[in-house]
């Protein structure tokens, strides 16, 4: 089972130097997935993680983009899919952006439902999920706020209307990731003082859904600098107004790479960290991108879109 979607780059998707957004290349991404997801689950679903998204060629106003998604391994009620994009220009298409999520199905009450269809796992599937549990087991104790500690940082607050929502009261992820592309995006240029466009974003683990008429804060801060690079980490709070009470939604990160007027790398300034706490947050990260930046070579020598 697969499912393909097709979208044209218009001037309304792209960026003021005519470049696909980032967040709407990602919120397409998730949009396949989900619509295959929806198809699998016969119902509501929720995005429970995602593993990675990778933009490996921009895509610009007058492309084409072919969407394929497919799932590799199911468990009682979830299901992990991994969605790619074929850029196509002038004839040829080219891999544009992969990315990997995890879907969970639910019933009216946003809990977990068992689902018919079935693929077995194998061994890679399993520790993936085991990496995802764990990951989420360790988020539900780490509500420290990044703006406490950290040296660059801004916020990015909105309220939560039926627009951005599933008919289940839920925000939709692809909406989410708009929101946090476009909130991690503006930290990426106001520290570098020039354009940025996105490269990647990490894993982000959905402990508590964001709820129609919540008011959504996204904290960004530098988190990493390289030479051209640099990544912004997320802390994502849903707070109800009524109440005042703050959940955690998720940590991410998301990497941009620095760019002149000619869409060119360009240097940007190292940040130092200025405590401790933001020294172990910069470690962490640089290991992490190690990683990404090492699973991003192989999936692009090893996925095709034929």
């Given amino acids: 089972m697969k499912i393909e979607t097709f979208y044209n780059v218009f001037p309304w998707h792209a960026n003021h130097f005519g470049s696909l957004h980032g967040g709407i290349y990602m919120s397409w991404l998730i949009d396949t997935a989900g619509a295959l997801m929806s198809s699998i689950s016969k119902g509501?679903?929720?995005?429970?993680?995602?593993?990675?998204?990778?933009?490996?060629?921009?895509?610009?106003?007058?492309d084409l983009l072919r969407i394929i998604a497919e799932p590799r391994a199911t468990w009682n009620s979830s299901v992990e899919i991994t969605a790619k994009v074929c850029v196509r220009r002038e004839g040829r298409e080219e891999l544009g952006a992969i990315g990997t999520m995890t879907y969970v199905a639910v019933d009216d009450t946003n809990r977990p439902r068992k689902l018919d269809f079935r693929i077995e796992p194998?061994?890679?599937?399993?520790k993936?999920?085991?990496?995802?549990?764990?990951?989420?087991?360790?988020?539900?104790?780490d509500a420290e706020e990044l703006i406490q500690f950290s040296t660059f940082n801004r916020t990015y607050i909105r309220t939560i209307y039926p627009e951005h929502g599933f008919g289940n009261g839920i925000l939709y992820a692809g909406k989410m990731y708009l929101m946090l592309d476009e909130a991690l995006a503006i930290v990426a240029k106001l520290y570098t003082k020039g354009n940025t466009f996105t490269a990647s974003a990490g894993y982000a683990d959905f402990i508590t859904p964001v709820k129609i008429g919540d008011i959504l804060e996204i904290q960004g801060s530098i988190a990493y600098t390289g030479n051209t690079s640099l990544d912004v980490i997320a802390k994502v709070f849903a707070i109800n107004h009524y109440t005042g009470d703050k959940r955690l939604v998720t940590r991410t990160d998301f990497s941009f790479v620095a760019i002149d007027d000619n869409g060119k790398p360009r240097?940007?300034?190292?940040?130092?960290?200025?405590?401790?706490?933001?020294?172990?947050?910069?470690?962490k990260?640089?290991?992490?991108?190690?990683?990404?930046?090492?699973?991003?070579?192989?999936?692009?020598?090893q996925i095709t879109c034929n």
């Fill in 44 to 62: 509501n679903y929720l995005l429970a993680s995602v593993d990675y998204i990778y933009l490996f060629k921009p895509a610009r106003v007058g």
């Fill in 122 to 126: 194998d061994e890679q599937a399993e």
């Fill in 128 to 141: 993936r999920r085991k990496e995802r549990l764990e990951r989420k087991e360790e988020l539900k104790h």
């Fill in 267 to 283: 240097k940007i300034e190292k940040l130092i960290p200025s405590n401790d706490m933001e020294k172990r947050l910069f470690n």
């Fill in 285 to 301: 990260i640089e290991k992490e991108r190690d990683i990404r930046i090492k699973l991003s070579k192989e999936l692009q020598s």
